[in-house]
């Protein structure tokens, strides 16, 4: 019997981000922020309402891997959700996702 074997495949994927501001004549500046791990991008763009005043506009891409944060799972309703942009598996593949996803969302 051989060994097994490892292969790739691409997907498409539906991405969510948040944004705080908007585009227009007033425009600026855009950041692009990228939240820790754990964390999810609706509760990370919170730290730069500051910023939202018509000269800034704030894009908040979140991590595509989604876990529960109770290690009993999610069980209720109520279980926390965090995110996280890669571990140490595939960490390459994860990484060359990740590029592509904020190229796409920049464009």
Not at 80 to 89: K, N
């Amino acid at each position: 019997m051989s060994p097994a074997r490892e292969h790739h495949i691409q997907v498409t994927r539906t991405a969510r981000y948040l944004t705080l501001g908007e585009q227009g004549p007033g425009l600026e500046q855009v950041w692009f922020v990228l939240h820790g791990f754990s964390q999810l991008a609706r509760d990370f763009i919170r730290e730069f309402e500051s910023l939202e005043d018509g000269r800034h506009l704030v894009v908040a891409p979140e991590a595509l891997n989604r876990f529960y944060l109770d290690p009993s799972g999610g069980r209720s309703p109520d279980a926390r959700v965090g995110a996280t942009w890669m571990t140490r598996e595939d960490r390459l593949a994860e990484i060359a996702d990740y590029v592509a996803y904020l190229d796409a969302l920049y464009a």
